[in-house]
């Protein structure tokens, strides 16, 4: 839970982020919006110029967001044609929020300014893709990192290398330009995808990760959820040996014995 005491910080680096080239002081609007009592007109307007601030840097965010999207779903409609089938399940998109964006400035020790937020937060704009099978996920940044005017940066591969709870999911940045009145910004998206697998384990464990303050007695819920996730990687392995032979993209007979030495066993 956020202290009292660093959400008045927040508000004061903010504040001072903003106001630097406008010559108000930046303690006075801080104390005036933490007391606990009516706004004077002063205070609404700082508030509005704060919230304006943000806004502002948060737009280009979403626009980058939507240009993105569109990217995807160009690339799967592309793939469809190609290969008959859509890889893409569907593609959810958040943004987030001022608060969490400052509180992780915070987790980082980095100042909680505006420009600290720009330059340091990579997630502000986010993109999670579900796809049916794991190697969908690999083709689809080696696609975007084939399109010239993007930039792919820190690739973090949860699923060659899953957390030690067992998450699984392939994060990555990818820089976009995007044209705004003032000129062209190359903007960070952050990627997620995953299958639909492992997208029905992590919505579960954030589930799970809530009510786990309640422990089952002799329970050990962390191993469990673990185990769940190693279950379903396996299963995934099997679907995807499946999906090459039958898409004729030659299973190696050593994977198809595999399969078929489970049934008969
Ligand atoms: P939201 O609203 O889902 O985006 P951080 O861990 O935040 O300091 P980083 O490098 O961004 O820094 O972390 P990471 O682990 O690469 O990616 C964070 C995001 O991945 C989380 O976003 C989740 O969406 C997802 N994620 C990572 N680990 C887990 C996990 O163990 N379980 C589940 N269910 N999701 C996970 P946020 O920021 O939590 O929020």
Known sequence: MRSEGSLNEIRLNASVSYRRDHGVSA??????????RILTNN???ALTVLEFAAQDILQKYHAAMRQMEARLETLDQDLKLRKSRNPIHHIESRMKSVPSIFEKLERYGKDTTLEAMEEY???????RVIVSYVQDAYSILDHLEQQDDLEVVTVKDYIANPKPNGYRSLHFIVRIPVFFLDGKKSVPVEIQIRTIAMDFWASLE?????????EIEGVDVGA????CSQIISGVEKRMQIMAN??????APPQDLSML???QRG
Do not use: C, P
């Open 121 to 127: 937060i990579m997630d502000i704009a986010g993109l």
């Open 206 to 214: 954030h589930d799970l990760k809530y009510k786990s303050v309640h």
């Open 245 to 250: 032979a039958l898409e004729g993209n030659g």
């Open 224 to 227: 469990e959820l673990k185990a």
């Open 260 to 262: 078929i030495g489970r």
């Open 27 to 36: 303690k006075d609007v801080s104390d005036k919006l933490t007391q606990n």
């Open 43 to 45: 205070d609404i307007d």
